[in-house]
């Protein structure tokens, strides 16, 4: 569910040319009033935005090197304008978004503007009630377009209905607005922000990971595996220290082959465990079986 019929239509300014000042800020949140959601037999609810262009800067310490400037956005649901801390959901951080490329140097992970999902509760979608969205960041760095990452869009189809449904707000300070009579601060007609719902029938659908392989390259380290299934959509590499808890210390790859470089500062230690992960487009997770390095590996 999003103001277009094809969410491949949202090609504007994530992907890059001109941004328009379409950032995703402390100070610059957007929102979409979508219909109520369709009847129908569904497992799971997710609300998501198209999202490119995250910025980077200079090292302080090796200021030929540049480093991913650090944030995190967020995006809420509500049947209302207005969204409580209970309505609103961690969407991504910057080290997962495309970046922007620079024009005196070379940076790993520069792309087109990528889909981010965040599972929210299937009683937070009303099949009754107009369903907003927002997106922000409670990032303070994130005021301006040349430090923040960057909202798609798509021009609105002319043959369509010119009842606003999209609106700009540029006065919230690091959390979306909590009185519905303000937060519509700014009418947008022309263009539509890439905010969506997506909501996934029952499934029995299946991922397998194994085949994981791991060798260090200098102060690099490499991760491989692959994994078999209907419509993967991303996959990551997990670390451990003890086998039972585990965190991502890769990007997120949409597109096989899964071979993942980690940096000196992610590469396990002898003794501790990876393993790979991979997800589809319905939601369903799987991971490998753990990897521990061997002890002889420096």
């Known amino acids: 569910m999003a103001l277009t019929q094809n969410i491949n239509d949202f090609g504007r300014f994530a992907d890059g040319g001109d941004d328009a000042n379409w950032y995703i800020g402390y100070n610059n949140s957007w929102l979409v009033k979508l219909p109520p959601a ?7 609810a997710y609300i998501g935005a198209k999202i490119g262009r995250a910025k980077t800067r200079p090292n302080p310490n090796k200021p030929w090197q540049r480093e991913i400037i650090p944030g995190k956005i967020y995006m809420g649901i509500s049947q209302t304008a207005a969204f409580t801390a209970q309505q609103s959901f961690f969407l991504a951080e910057t080290r997962d978004l495309p970046l922007e490329p620079a024009l005196d140097t070379q940076i790993e992970g520069v792309g087109a503007g990528e889909w981010f999902w965040a599972e929210v509760p299937m ?11 927002i997106i922000w960041s409670p990032t303070d760095a994130f005021v301006k377009t040349s430090s923040s990452p960057v909202l798609a869009a798509a021009a609105v189809d002319d043959g369509q209905p010119r009842e606003t449904r999209a609106w700009n707000n540029r006065s919230i300070t690091g959390v979306p607005p909590r009185n519905p009579g303000t937060a519509l601060e700014t009418p947008i007609n022309s263009i539509s922000p890439a905010l969506a719902i997506k909501l996934v029938p029952p499934s029995s659908s299946e991922i397998s990971v194994s085949e994981f392989l791991f060798e260090r390259t200098g102060k690099k380290c490499l991760a491989r595996f692959s994994a078999w299934g209907e419509n993967i959509d991303a996959a990551w590499v997990e670390h451990s220290r003890d086998g039972l808890d585990w965190e991502r210390v890769s990007r997120v790859l949409r597109r096989q082959p899964f071979d993942f470089t980690l940096p000196a500062d992610r590469c396990p230690a002898p003794g501790d465990y990876l393993r790979g992960a991979a997800r589809d487009v319905l939601g369903t997770t799987a991971a490998g079986d753990p990897f521990q390095i061997p002890y002889g590996a420096q």
């Open 123 to 133: 009683a937070q979608v009303s099949s009754s009630r107009p369903n907003y969205l």
């Open 38 to 44: 369709p009847l129908g037999e569904f497992s799971h």
